[in-house]
């Protein structure tokens, strides 16, 4: 926002002397009689205010102990082995993650004891706590969806998927201003200037013919493979299954449908799941397209090589997710690729779910300390679970012990 500063014109403040010559002298006039002094009551002081104490913000992170941790005693730690030594493949070029990594490699991936002792010797749990002091927040789920689709436009196969168009630009801006590391611009140049690249509406107007990846044959489907940021396209003309992940994203943020069909009535907040989100689009097709454009980010892909169908895609961290151990976070809040304790409930029910996870993914609509996205894998399983998932939760991140 622009300041808007305001001046007012100085007044002169000064009175014109007027000199008149005479030619003949008056006699002065007699002097008034002097008023007694008039008795002023003493001034009234204003009363300086009083300045309403401000509690300091709470610590983001709050060391704890792991005899606090709810559940941490009965979670097989050897299911989240595998996901920490992947995260461990990138931390450990970081100081203050090198010796706890290096350690990691001596540790036998079957010796569930083992694997307990080394996080217990190596680490410090810490409780992330929102600016307000709340300890609770929003965990959701995604998936790695399925979809139908060719390499050519034809038949049921309408939808495009886009790669990155060849107009957009990304400004990392943290080469300006490094406070702002992780931050990038993202826009097109017209002329000499600039300007933001068009929104999901002006996209799905546009003519961009050429920079389609591959056409599926649900328009739905392909918008909520945008949410979850990958998936798997069979192709169905040429024999084969290919893996499309996040290549881009045109720079406008992340708006929630359901929140959107929430605040207009059409759906309460226990309705606004991923499945009622799709019946409410499949009774009312004709405000499909006004549902998405809620949304103005609009994400592109790029085609992998599906070498191995039980590896998950890859995340923000670089290296393949693992169904039911890793999470998107808000890397403005955790460290990416850290251990997380995550303790909350199983999708759509209140029995309890708490597990140690790894923060190896990021999210447009995952914002906040205490807030996490739960990975649940590839599947018609996962899909459901995921679609569900809107549950409360706690978060301690493992961080280092000063050695």
Not at 14 to 40: F, G, K, N, Q, S
Not at 65 to 91: E, H, I, M, Y
Not at 106 to 133: H, K, L
Not at 174 to 190: C, D, F, H, I, M
Request: hydrophobic letters at 40%; aromatic letters at 8%; a positive charge.
């Amino acid at each position: 926002m622009s300041s808007i500063r305001r001046s007012l014109p100085l007044l002169p403040g000064l009175v014109a002397l007027a000199l008149a010559a005479c030619t003949t002298v008056e006699p002065p006039a007699p002097l008034p009689t002097p008023r007694p002094p008039v008795t002023m009551p003493p001034p009234v002081m204003p009363v300086p205010p009083v300045d309403t104490p401000v509690a300091p913000p709470a610590p983001l992170m709050t060391p704890s102990t792991f005899s606090a941790l709810p559940g941490w005693d009965k979670d097989d730690l050897r299911q989240a082995w595998p996901p920490f030594l992947a995260s461990c493949n990138v931390l450990i070029r970081k100081d203050e993650w090198k010796q706890a990594c290096s350690a990691a490699r001596t540790v036998a991936a079957s010796d569930e004891a083992a694997i307990r002792s080394y996080f217990e010797s190596w680490f410090v749990p810490n409780q992330i706590r929102a600016a307000d002091g709340a300890d609770t927040g929003l965990i959701t789920g995604y998936y790695e969806a399925m979809l139908r689709g060719a390499r050519k436009k034809g038949g049921a196969f309408q939808t495009p998927l886009y790669k990155v168009p060849d107009d957009l630009l990304t400004v990392d801006l943290a080469s300006v201003y490094p406070e702002l590391k992780g931050k990038r611009l993202r826009g097109r140049l017209v002329g000499k200037k600039v300007v933001p690249y068009g929104s999901r509406a002006e996209i799905a107007r546009a003519d961009i013919a050429g920079k389609e990846l591959l056409w599926v044959d649900d328009p739905v489907e392909a918008f909520f493979l945008e949410v979850q940021g990958s998936g798997r396209v069979q192709l169905t003309d040429a024999g084969e299954t290919v893996r499309v992940s996040y290549a881009d994203q045109n720079g406008h943020p992340y708006k929630a449908i359901g929140r959107w069909l929430i605040d207009q009535g059409e759906l309460t907040p226990e309705q606004a799941t991923a499945q009622g989100i799709k019946a409410w689009i499949a009774a009312n097709p004709s405000r499909r397209q006004e549902l998405f454009n809620v949304n103005p980010s609009y994400v592109f892909f790029r085609e992998e090589r599906l070498a191995d169908p039980g590896a998950g895609p890859k995340g923000a961290l670089g290296v393949a997710l693992t169904g039911g151990r890793s999470v998107a976070v808000d890397p403005s809040f955790l460290p990416l690729g850290a251990p997380i304790f995550l303790a909350t409930t199983e999708s759509g029910s209140e029995v309890p779910m708490r597990r140690l996870v790894m923060a190896q993914d990021t999210g447009g609509a995952i914002r906040g300390a205490v807030r996490a996205d739960f990975f649940f894998g590839f599947g018609y399983d996962a899909m459901e679970k995921a679609g569900r998932m809107k549950q409360r939760g706690q978060l301690w991140v493992l961080m280092p012990r000063a050695q």
